[in-house]
């Protein structure tokens, strides 16, 4: 009896995650069907194949395969086969941290290079014309990008470690009293 419980429980516990990742995803700009879909490959501790997918989401086969192609363009599902079956099954990294720096890396090149790139263009095509705070913010999302580069090329290993040490680094860097940059 214990068995179906817990079967149950795990289940409802899916079903939470699912449901909470298409409304974050909402929020962040993301179709809810692919953060849902993303979320249960996230979830799955085996592949899915597109119907499968489809009938747990209660969703239109074809918003699935939109979203899987999308969530492979994006790098975080890849498509899995099974000997003696012709379906493609699809799976994403169960690594919080791969998971991470793959939409970040993501996010970094279409959203704010892209961004950084327009407002220097603008400061250098309009240097006397730009007004200080569109100057102000270019240099705030450079000074960004580049800290971003810049510790995405350090070890995953050293980050952990740095993240365990949150409140030690914030008290030798003086943290709580608000600095002028």
Known sequence: MGGANTQRSSDSIKEQLVLH??????????????????ALLFIE????????ISERLSLARSNVSTGIRELQTWGVVSVVHFKGDRRDYFT??????EMFEVISDRRM????????????????????????QVSDLAKFLEGGLNFYRKTRRLPRSLIKRLLKL??????L????????A
Do not use: Y
């Open 166 to 171: 949150d409140v030690r680094i914030t008290r």
């Open 109 to 132: 090149r279409t959203e704010l290079e892209p961004t950084v790139h327009f407002l220097n263009e603008l400061r250098r095509k309009h240097a006397s014309d730009i007004p200080p």
């Open 92 to 97: 994403c990294s169960k690594d919080p941290w």
């Open 45 to 52: 501790d085996r592949p899915l194949h597109a119907q499968e």
């Open 21 to 38: 990742w298409g409304e974050m995803g909402s929020r962040w700009g993301i179709n809810r069907a692919l953060a849902q879909i993303h």
């Open 173 to 180: 860097l003086g943290a709580g009293k608000k600095e002028e």
